[in-house]
Nanobody, 123 residues
Framework: QVQLVESGGGLVQAGGSLRLACAAS????????MGWFRQAPGKEREFVAA???????YYADSVKGRFTISRDNVKNTMYLQMNSLKPEDTALYYC?????????????????WGQGTQVTISS
């Protein structure tokens, strides 16, 4: 069983930065990788970024060049550094573990979800 706890969300002005963290407990070493997703009010949850177990990274076009995903294997924690934030980045951000074959860009191959951390960007 895997448990995920997200943290680091908050309220910042447009142009600001935040760093989200996802602390994982349990057997994530056998997974294909981990990812970040977000869900804005009234919208479906969408892919943000992911990292393969070997370190290769994937980003949604909307965040490419502004967000950076990383991990600390010693701490078993994944991070999302978010810079140049925009009001449209406002959402509840979740981390998840990719446990099945398939694309990194949709949530189908993912399982185990945290409770989310709220990110609100003011204009």
């Amino acid at each position: 069983q895997v448990q995920l706890v997200e943290s680091g969300g908050g309220l910042v002005q447009a142009g600001g930065s935040l760093r989200l963290a996802c602390a994982a407990s349990g057997r994530t070493s056998s997974s294909y990788g981990m990812g970040w997703f977000r869900q804005a009010p009234g919208k479906e949850r969408e892919f943000v970024a992911a990292m393969r177990s070997g370190g290769y990274t994937y980003y949604a076009d909307s965040v490419k060049g502004r967000f950076t995903i990383s991990r600390d294997n010693v701490k078993n924690t994944m991070y999302l550094q978010m810079n140049s934030l925009k009001p449209e980045d406002t959402a509840l951000y979740y981390c998840s573990v990719k446990v099945r074959l398939g694309t990194y860009y949709s949530e189908g191959p993912y399982d185990y979800w945290g409770q989310g951390t709220q990110v609100t960007i003011s204009s």
